[in-house]
């Protein structure tokens, strides 16, 4: 027990927080990012807020509210 | 540090934190300071700024266009994602072959996604220098309040690379830097 603490520490200690929160942040960015492409396709076929909000897993209101600025 | 600023200059910073959200910007970078002083100066500054073509308009304009384009925080995301396994290159190509050249680069504005109305944006390491060598040029000057011409000679003075070269479309630095203190000194 003793042993893999010490050795979890020492793994923990190796990885540079900085690092591992600037991709988390990338990661973000970049799903904003898409997220923006795939409404905006889906808008330009046809597809309903609900139905986007659905496979997004989100309210209708979430998805309207974001991305509604032009309609 | 705000409180020895004058009111004008006050506005500056405000309108620079509502210029780096209407530009979807990370952080309030000193071109954003720029527009917030060119928004907010007083007559007789912005009679000699608007003299030279530095007006609030036209860099906001230059801002706009190169927003899209903007190479810097597409390498630093890019070199942060490779860390967890992402090609963020990878992942561009792909938008781009089935959505369109600039569709990547452009999906926050196209998408008609609103901008973010709240939160707060932090300054940049170069626009907290410039406002601390406003405040230098301040004291140095014999100033008792940091004035919006403070402010630019801070810019200036802290010499950011993209801001120099939008002031610099314009007018050259030492020849701002000249008026602006002439026009502070006519003021005394």
């Given amino acids: ?71 | 540090m705000f409180e020895r600023f004058t009111r004008s200059a006050r506005v500056a910073v405000v309108l620079a934190q509502e210029d780096a959200r209407e530009l979807d910007a990370r952080e309030i970078r000193p071109e954003h300071v720029l527009v917030g002083v060119l928004q907010s100066s007083d007559h007789a500054l912005s009679v000699l700024l608007s003299g030279y073509g530095l007006t609030a308009d036209a860099i906001r304009e230059r801002l706009m266009r190169g927003s899209g384009a903007d190479q810097q925080p597409f390498d630093e995301d890019a070199d942060a994602l490779r860390s967890i396994g992402i090609d963020l290159g990878a992942v561009r190509d792909s938008v781009a072959r089935r959505f369109g050249a600039d569709a990547f680069d452009n999906a926050l504005n196209r998408s008609g996604r609103r901008k973010r109305r709240r939160g707060h944006i932090p300054f940049a390491r170069s626009s907290k220098k410039a406002l601390e060598l406003a405040l230098r040029e301040a004291i140095h000057n014999g100033d008792r309040e940091i004035r919006s011409e403070h402010l630019l000679l801070g810019i200036l003075r802290g010499a950011d690379e993209k801001v120099m070269e939008l002031i610099d479309e314009h007018i050259q630095a030492p020849q701002l830097r000249g008026s602006i203190i002439n026009l502070l000194n006519e003021a005394a």
């Fill in chain 1, 1 to 71: 027990m003793t042993g893999t603490d010490g050795l979890d520490a020492d793994a923990m200690s190796a990885v540079d927080p900085a690092e591992g929160l600037r991709a988390v942040r990338a990661l973000q960015r970049l799903q904003e990012r898409l997220e923006a492409v795939h409404v905006m396709n889906a808008r330009e076929q046809g597809w309903s807020w609900q139905a986007i909000a659905e496979e997004l897993g989100v309210s209708r209101q979430a998805v309207h509210q974001k991305y509604n600025r032009r309609r």
